[in-house]
Protein backbone atom coordinates (compact mmCIF):
# COMPACT_ATOMS: atom_id res chain seq x y z
CA UNK A 1 0.00 0.00 0.00
CA UNK A 2 2.80 2.52 0.87
CA UNK A 3 4.21 1.79 -2.66
CA UNK A 4 1.32 2.32 -4.38
CA UNK A 5 0.94 5.56 -2.22
CA UNK A 6 4.38 6.89 -2.93
CA UNK A 7 3.99 5.99 -6.54
CA UNK A 8 0.99 7.92 -6.92
CA UNK A 9 2.67 11.14 -5.00
CA UNK A 10 5.17 10.91 -7.70
CA UNK A 11 3.24 11.11 -10.39
CA UNK A 12 1.33 13.63 -9.32
CA UNK A 13 4.45 15.75 -8.47
CA UNK A 14 5.65 15.04 -12.07
CA UNK A 15 2.52 16.11 -13.73
CA UNK A 16 1.72 19.28 -11.61
CA UNK A 17 5.69 20.58 -12.53
CA UNK A 18 6.76 19.79 -16.45
CA UNK A 19 10.80 18.63 -15.89
CA UNK A 20 11.75 20.97 -19.00
CA UNK A 21 10.09 24.07 -18.31
CA UNK A 22 11.66 26.73 -20.45
CA UNK A 23 12.91 29.78 -19.26
CA UNK A 24 10.83 32.29 -20.06
CA UNK A 25 11.81 35.21 -23.12
CA UNK A 26 11.99 39.05 -23.79
CA UNK A 27 10.24 39.11 -27.36
CA UNK A 28 10.25 42.09 -28.28
CA UNK A 29 8.01 44.28 -30.42
CA UNK A 30 4.78 42.83 -28.30
CA UNK A 31 2.70 44.54 -26.19
CA UNK A 32 3.94 43.81 -22.34
CA UNK A 33 1.46 42.54 -20.13
CA UNK A 34 1.82 42.51 -16.17
CA UNK A 35 0.91 39.77 -13.73
CA UNK A 36 -2.72 40.76 -13.54
CA UNK A 37 -3.15 41.00 -17.21
CA UNK A 38 -3.29 44.62 -17.98
CA UNK A 39 -1.03 46.30 -19.94
CA UNK A 40 2.29 47.15 -18.93
CA UNK A 41 3.00 51.10 -19.07
CA UNK A 42 6.48 52.50 -18.09
CA UNK A 43 7.79 54.31 -20.61
CA UNK A 44 10.97 56.66 -21.05
CA UNK A 45 11.34 54.01 -18.19
CA UNK A 46 14.35 53.60 -15.68
CA UNK A 47 15.21 50.12 -13.67
CA UNK A 48 16.97 49.48 -10.23
CA UNK A 49 17.92 46.43 -8.58
CA UNK A 50 17.25 45.51 -5.17
CA UNK A 51 18.47 42.01 -4.30
CA UNK A 52 17.43 39.56 -6.74
CA UNK A 53 14.12 41.96 -7.31
CA UNK A 54 13.81 44.13 -10.34
CA UNK A 55 11.97 47.97 -10.29
CA UNK A 56 10.92 49.43 -13.11
CA UNK A 57 9.26 53.02 -13.52
CA UNK A 58 8.26 54.72 -16.71
CA UNK A 59 5.35 56.85 -17.82
CA UNK A 60 1.65 55.62 -18.11
CA UNK A 61 0.53 56.80 -21.31
CA UNK A 62 -2.55 55.34 -21.23
CA UNK A 63 -4.31 58.75 -20.75
CA UNK A 64 -1.67 59.95 -23.73
CA UNK A 65 -0.69 63.18 -22.13
CA UNK A 66 0.19 63.85 -18.68
CA UNK A 67 1.59 60.43 -17.67
CA UNK A 68 1.60 59.90 -14.10
CA UNK A 69 4.50 57.55 -12.75
CA UNK A 70 4.13 53.76 -12.82
CA UNK A 71 6.22 51.30 -10.70
CA UNK A 72 6.52 47.78 -11.55
CA UNK A 73 8.74 44.62 -9.85
CA UNK A 74 10.02 41.48 -11.65
CA UNK A 75 12.51 38.74 -10.65
CA UNK A 76 12.72 37.41 -14.62
CA UNK A 77 12.54 40.79 -16.31
CA UNK A 78 9.41 38.95 -17.85
CA UNK A 79 6.78 38.92 -15.68
CA UNK A 80 6.35 42.44 -14.13
CA UNK A 81 3.99 43.08 -11.01
CA UNK A 82 1.89 46.08 -10.87
CA UNK A 83 3.42 48.13 -7.53
CA UNK A 84 1.09 50.85 -8.02
CA UNK A 85 1.74 54.64 -9.19
CA UNK A 86 4.04 55.89 -7.52
CA UNK A 87 3.40 59.96 -8.87
CA UNK A 88 0.30 60.81 -10.05
CA UNK A 89 -1.23 64.18 -11.66
CA UNK A 90 -3.15 66.25 -8.96
CA UNK A 91 -1.06 65.01 -6.29
CA UNK A 92 2.27 67.26 -6.84
CA UNK A 93 2.42 71.23 -6.48
CA UNK A 94 5.34 73.44 -6.15
CA UNK A 95 5.96 76.79 -5.48
CA UNK A 96 8.75 78.76 -7.69
CA UNK A 97 11.30 81.14 -5.54
CA UNK A 98 8.81 83.83 -7.60
CA UNK A 99 5.50 82.48 -5.85
CA UNK A 100 4.28 80.93 -8.87
CA UNK A 101 3.10 77.62 -8.80
CA UNK A 102 3.97 74.32 -10.74
CA UNK A 103 1.17 71.35 -10.21
CA UNK A 104 1.42 68.30 -12.05
CA UNK A 105 -1.50 67.27 -14.55
CA UNK A 106 -2.59 70.86 -14.87
CA UNK A 107 0.55 73.47 -15.62
CA UNK A 108 3.26 70.76 -15.47
CA UNK A 109 3.80 66.66 -17.00
CA UNK A 110 6.36 64.24 -16.14
CA UNK A 111 8.64 62.58 -18.68
CA UNK A 112 11.26 59.90 -18.39
CA UNK A 113 11.56 59.48 -14.36
CA UNK A 114 14.58 58.30 -13.06
CA UNK A 115 14.99 55.93 -10.30
CA UNK A 116 18.04 55.99 -8.30
CA UNK A 117 18.90 54.40 -4.89
CA UNK A 118 21.38 56.85 -2.38
CA UNK A 119 23.04 54.77 0.29
CA UNK A 120 24.04 57.40 2.44
CA UNK A 121 20.57 58.58 3.43
CA UNK A 122 18.80 55.21 2.79
CA UNK A 123 16.60 57.16 0.49
CA UNK A 124 15.11 56.02 -3.28
CA UNK A 125 15.10 59.47 -5.54
CA UNK A 126 13.49 59.79 -8.93
CA UNK A 127 14.79 62.71 -11.31
CA UNK A 128 12.43 63.62 -14.07
CA UNK A 129 12.07 65.89 -17.11
CA UNK A 130 9.36 68.54 -15.17
CA UNK A 131 7.40 70.23 -18.42
CA UNK A 132 4.98 72.32 -19.43
CA UNK A 133 3.24 71.39 -22.87
CA UNK A 134 4.75 73.46 -25.06
CA UNK A 135 8.20 72.10 -23.37
CA UNK A 136 8.66 75.97 -22.59
CA UNK A 137 9.35 75.09 -18.97
CA UNK A 138 12.40 73.14 -19.81
CA UNK A 139 12.64 72.08 -16.12
CA UNK A 140 13.61 68.70 -13.92
CA UNK A 141 11.93 67.96 -10.74
CA UNK A 142 13.80 65.56 -7.97
CA UNK A 143 10.64 63.44 -5.71
CA UNK A 144 12.23 61.20 -2.56
CA UNK A 145 10.98 58.29 -0.66
CA UNK A 146 12.28 56.16 2.36
CA UNK A 147 10.40 53.26 0.66
CA UNK A 148 11.14 52.28 -3.03
CA UNK A 149 6.69 51.82 -3.62
CA UNK A 150 6.46 55.25 -2.01
CA UNK A 151 4.95 57.24 -1.08
CA UNK A 152 6.76 59.76 -3.22
CA UNK A 153 7.22 63.32 -2.27
CA UNK A 154 8.18 66.43 -4.66
CA UNK A 155 11.51 68.13 -3.31
CA UNK A 156 12.23 70.49 -5.70
CA UNK A 157 11.45 71.53 -9.49
CA UNK A 158 13.16 74.05 -11.73
CA UNK A 159 15.62 74.85 -14.02
CA UNK A 160 19.10 73.02 -12.55
CA UNK A 161 21.37 75.77 -11.65
CA UNK A 162 19.22 77.75 -13.82
CA UNK A 163 19.92 76.40 -17.12
CA UNK A 164 17.33 74.68 -19.52
CA UNK A 165 16.83 71.03 -19.14
CA UNK A 166 14.51 68.49 -21.10
CA UNK A 167 15.16 64.71 -22.01
CA UNK A 168 17.54 63.14 -18.93
CA UNK A 169 18.63 60.59 -17.49
CA UNK A 170 20.67 59.41 -13.73
CA UNK A 171 23.82 57.57 -13.35
CA UNK A 172 25.70 55.85 -10.62
CA UNK A 173 28.98 55.62 -10.44
CA UNK A 174 30.96 53.13 -8.75
CA UNK A 175 31.89 55.40 -5.53
CA UNK A 176 28.33 56.30 -5.32
CA UNK A 177 28.57 59.64 -7.04
CA UNK A 178 25.66 60.34 -9.19
CA UNK A 179 24.68 62.16 -12.22
CA UNK A 180 21.96 63.84 -13.82
CA UNK A 181 22.42 64.22 -17.26
CA UNK A 182 19.99 66.63 -19.56
CA UNK A 183 19.47 67.80 -22.84
CA UNK A 184 20.32 71.61 -22.28
CA UNK A 185 20.18 74.75 -23.84
CA UNK A 186 17.22 74.57 -26.18
CA UNK A 187 18.38 70.45 -27.00
CA UNK A 188 21.97 72.29 -28.17
CA UNK A 189 24.09 70.84 -25.62
CA UNK A 190 23.92 67.60 -23.03
CA UNK A 191 23.91 68.91 -19.44
CA UNK A 192 26.52 66.53 -17.01
CA UNK A 193 25.27 67.79 -13.32
CA UNK A 194 26.73 66.18 -10.52
CA UNK A 195 24.39 65.66 -7.61
CA UNK A 196 24.71 66.32 -3.86
CA UNK A 197 26.05 63.45 -1.68
CA UNK A 198 21.55 63.19 -0.89
CA UNK A 199 20.69 63.20 -4.62
CA UNK A 200 18.43 65.53 -3.86
CA UNK A 201 20.15 69.09 -5.71
CA UNK A 202 22.73 69.76 -8.21
CA UNK A 203 26.32 70.78 -7.06
CA UNK A 204 28.04 70.98 -10.74
CA UNK A 205 27.33 71.60 -14.01
CA UNK A 206 29.47 70.79 -17.39
CA UNK A 207 28.50 70.73 -20.95
CA UNK A 208 28.92 68.01 -23.28
CA UNK A 209 28.38 67.26 -26.93
CA UNK A 210 28.04 71.11 -27.19
CA UNK A 211 26.07 71.99 -30.03
CA UNK A 212 25.53 68.32 -31.51
CA UNK A 213 21.74 68.51 -30.55
CA UNK A 214 21.84 65.07 -28.47
CA UNK A 215 18.99 63.60 -26.23
CA UNK A 216 17.52 60.55 -24.50
CA UNK A 217 20.95 59.86 -23.45
CA UNK A 218 21.69 56.78 -21.78
CA UNK A 219 24.92 55.64 -19.78
CA UNK A 220 26.88 53.45 -19.03
CA UNK A 221 30.67 51.96 -16.92
CA UNK A 222 32.26 49.12 -18.44
CA UNK A 223 35.70 48.48 -16.45
CA UNK A 224 37.32 52.03 -16.24
CA UNK A 225 35.52 53.32 -19.17
CA UNK A 226 32.04 55.05 -19.50
CA UNK A 227 30.01 55.18 -22.69
CA UNK A 228 27.10 56.91 -23.43
CA UNK A 229 24.28 56.38 -26.16
CA UNK A 230 22.22 59.16 -27.62
CA UNK A 231 19.76 60.33 -29.80
CA UNK A 232 18.87 63.20 -31.93
CA UNK A 233 16.14 65.17 -31.31
CA UNK A 234 13.31 64.22 -33.77
CA UNK A 235 10.63 64.02 -31.66
CA UNK A 236 8.49 60.88 -31.50
CA UNK A 237 10.37 59.67 -34.52
CA UNK A 238 13.39 57.54 -34.39
CA UNK A 239 16.90 58.31 -35.73
CA UNK A 240 20.66 56.85 -35.24
CA UNK A 241 21.29 55.67 -32.45
CA UNK A 242 25.10 56.87 -31.66
CA UNK A 243 27.97 56.04 -29.09
CA UNK A 244 30.66 57.53 -27.50
CA UNK A 245 33.00 56.78 -25.02
CA UNK A 246 35.42 58.61 -22.11
CA UNK A 247 37.57 57.76 -19.64
CA UNK A 248 36.42 60.53 -17.49
CA UNK A 249 32.99 61.69 -16.95
CA UNK A 250 33.54 65.59 -17.32
CA UNK A 251 35.89 65.69 -20.08
CA UNK A 252 37.34 63.73 -23.13
CA UNK A 253 34.13 61.78 -24.83
CA UNK A 254 35.07 60.34 -28.34
CA UNK A 255 33.41 61.70 -31.59
CA UNK A 256 29.55 60.20 -31.82
CA UNK A 257 29.66 57.19 -33.91
CA UNK A 258 26.50 55.32 -35.78
CA UNK A 259 25.66 51.63 -33.98
CA UNK A 260 23.12 49.94 -35.17
CA UNK A 261 20.81 50.76 -37.82
CA UNK A 262 19.61 54.57 -38.91
CA UNK A 263 16.62 54.08 -36.65
CA UNK A 264 18.02 52.28 -33.53
CA UNK A 265 15.73 49.46 -35.19
CA UNK A 266 13.17 51.58 -34.28
CA UNK A 267 13.86 52.83 -30.69
CA UNK A 268 14.90 55.70 -28.49
CA UNK A 269 17.55 54.71 -25.55
CA UNK A 270 16.01 55.00 -22.24
CA UNK A 271 18.45 52.45 -20.07
CA UNK A 272 21.00 50.42 -20.00
CA UNK A 273 21.20 47.70 -17.18
CA UNK A 274 24.33 45.63 -16.26
CA UNK A 275 23.63 42.25 -15.14
CA UNK A 276 26.18 40.76 -12.89
CA UNK A 277 25.73 37.22 -13.34
CA UNK A 278 28.15 34.78 -11.73
CA UNK A 279 29.25 34.02 -15.58
CA UNK A 280 29.16 36.79 -16.92
CA UNK A 281 28.47 40.53 -16.85
CA UNK A 282 25.37 41.26 -19.44
CA UNK A 283 24.36 44.57 -20.50
CA UNK A 284 20.98 45.31 -21.38
CA UNK A 285 20.07 47.83 -24.34
CA UNK A 286 16.49 49.39 -22.92
CA UNK A 287 14.59 51.91 -25.67
CA UNK A 288 11.09 52.99 -26.40
CA UNK A 289 9.59 52.21 -29.63
CA UNK A 290 7.31 55.44 -29.15
CA UNK A 291 4.00 55.70 -31.44
CA UNK A 292 3.81 52.06 -32.02
CA UNK A 293 0.96 52.89 -33.43
CA UNK A 294 -0.38 55.02 -30.70
CA UNK A 295 0.99 57.11 -27.81
CA UNK A 296 -0.01 54.44 -25.37
CA UNK A 297 0.41 51.49 -27.57
CA UNK A 298 4.35 52.31 -27.18
CA UNK A 299 6.69 49.12 -26.72
CA UNK A 300 9.50 48.64 -24.28
CA UNK A 301 12.19 47.24 -26.70
CA UNK A 302 15.21 44.97 -24.99
CA UNK A 303 18.23 43.42 -26.27
CA UNK A 304 21.96 42.25 -24.88
CA UNK A 305 24.85 44.73 -26.38
CA UNK A 306 28.10 43.87 -25.65
CA UNK A 307 31.26 46.82 -25.52
CA UNK A 308 34.77 46.35 -26.51
CA UNK A 309 37.52 49.06 -26.31
CA UNK A 310 35.93 51.61 -28.06
CA UNK A 311 32.69 50.08 -30.05
CA UNK A 312 29.30 48.49 -29.13
CA UNK A 313 27.68 45.36 -30.67
CA UNK A 314 24.67 46.82 -31.03
CA UNK A 315 22.03 44.44 -33.04
CA UNK A 316 18.43 43.64 -32.65
CA UNK A 317 17.38 40.53 -31.00
CA UNK A 318 13.53 39.91 -31.66
CA UNK A 319 13.92 37.08 -28.91
CA UNK A 320 16.22 36.19 -26.00
CA UNK A 321 16.25 34.57 -22.49
CA UNK A 322 18.37 35.63 -20.05
CA UNK A 323 19.77 33.93 -16.45
CA UNK A 324 19.91 36.84 -14.15
CA UNK A 325 21.51 34.01 -11.76
CA UNK A 326 24.69 33.62 -14.33
CA UNK A 327 24.05 36.28 -16.31
CA UNK A 328 24.33 34.28 -19.59
CA UNK A 329 21.71 34.52 -22.41
CA UNK A 330 20.95 32.99 -25.79
CA UNK A 331 18.57 34.05 -28.51
CA UNK A 332 15.14 31.77 -28.79
CA UNK A 333 13.49 31.24 -32.12
CA UNK A 334 9.99 30.71 -30.56
C1 LIG B 1 11.31 63.19 -27.71
C2 LIG B 1 11.73 62.89 -26.29
C3 LIG B 1 10.56 62.27 -25.55
C4 LIG B 1 9.39 63.24 -25.66
C5 LIG B 1 9.08 63.51 -27.12
C6 LIG B 1 7.93 64.50 -27.29
O1 LIG B 1 12.30 63.87 -28.41
O2 LIG B 1 12.82 62.02 -26.28
O3 LIG B 1 10.91 62.02 -24.21
O4 LIG B 1 9.71 64.43 -25.03
O5 LIG B 1 10.21 64.04 -27.75
O6 LIG B 1 7.77 64.84 -28.64
Not at 195 to 212: A, E, N, P, Q
Request: negative net charge.
Amino acid sequence: MKIVKTILFLLATLTAAPIHATRPAIENGLLWYDTEGNPVQAHGGSFLQIGDTWYMIGEDRSGLWNPDVNMYSSKNLVDWKFEGKIIENGKHRYVYPDGSVGELGRNRMIERPKLLYCEKTGQYVIWCHWEASNYGASEAAVFYSDNITGPYKLHWAGRPLGIKSRDCNVFTDHDGTAWFISTTNENMDLGLFKLSDDYLSVVGHTSLFVGKRREAPAVIRVGDRYFMLSSACTGWNPNQCKLSWSDLLTSGWSELTDIGDAIAFDTQATSILTVHGSKETTYLYVGDRWMDPGLHESKTIIFPIEFDETGCNFEFIPKFELNLRTGKWKTRKK
